[in-house]
């Protein structure tokens, strides 16, 4: 069993498989994970058949892990079987709105974490797809997600079969703040940022891309302002369309 510390995302799965009798095991585990009201507002659609991973992978943008793990599970936050279980009860739901979908999408990823930390704890590899709030339209039409379902988040499950190096982290004094926030200043971003940016691959992927410093490797290819508003027109318009706008 590996520590935290020792942690890293896993895109590369041996061909062994990933049985139900553990797969539902860890899923079944992670539901002690804190949940608003106790309520549970999670589902999780586990993907296996080729097929189905071919027609997520484009929502994915094409990353190889999503068709190369023997499992998917895409995370969603839900709405609808609590609904249905107050309209069958007698009961009046009014969870078609903002605060509903943020109050499950935080359960929803803490499930997901709690599932992740449980995986690897058992040898199994994990990687997180943040791409799944960036297409969520695709995703819900393709897992067939009904109104107050939305996809949050993803995971590629599988056996190891790379050990990678880790990625960076920034120091722990970098993120907490004692009693109220300290803002930076241009000192503290020195501070905290140096390591980072003189760590060998990120001077050569500034390099390469042609850039003075590793912030615009970010601001202007990896995550622009373009795409940024274009993904979240993208994604107010699925919350829409799942009745939580």
């Excluded at 249905?84 to 935080?106: I, V």
């Excluded at 990625?167 to 140096?194: F, G, Q, W």
Aim: proline residues 5%; aromatic residues 10%; contains cysteine.
């Amino acid at each position: 069993m590996k520590s935290l510390d020792e942690r890293k995302s896993i895109r590369k799965y041996s061909g062994k498989a990933v049985s139900n009798e553990i797969l539902y095991s860890l899923l079944r585990q992670a539901e002690r994970t804190p949940t608003m009201g106790n309520l549970q507002l999670y589902s999780v659609v586990v993907t296996r058949n080729a097929e189905m991973k071919a027609a997520l992978a484009p929502a994915h943008f094409g990353q190889p892990m999503v068709e190369g793990a023997p499992v998917v599970l895409t995370f969603c936050a839900d709405f609808r079987r609590t609904t249905l279980w107050a309209e069958n009860r007698k009961a009046h739901p009014g969870y078609d709105n903002f605060l509903s979908f943020m109050n499950a999408a935080t359960d929803t990823l803490l499930y997901c974490q709690t599932f992740t930390i449980l995986a690897e704890e058992a040898g199994l590899g994990t990687c997180f797809l943040g791409t799944t709030v960036y297409n969520p339209t695709k995703v819900i039409d393709i897992l067939k997600l009904p109104k107050l379902v939305m996809p949050v988040a993803t995971i590629t499950l599988g056996w190891p079969d790379e050990d990678p190096a880790q990625s960076d982290r920034l120091p722990l004094d970098s993120i907490v703040h004692e009693e109220t926030y300290h803002d930076y200043s241009a000192a503290d971003i020195d501070k905290y940022y140096s390591e980072k940016e003189t760590l060998p691959e990120n001077k050569h992927f500034v390099e390469i891309n042609h850039k003075e410093t590793l912030a615009q490797i970010f601001t202007d290819i990896r995550y622009t302002k373009k795409d940024n508003e274009a993904m979240s027109a993208g994604l107010i318009e699925a919350l829409k369309q799942q009745g939580f706008l």
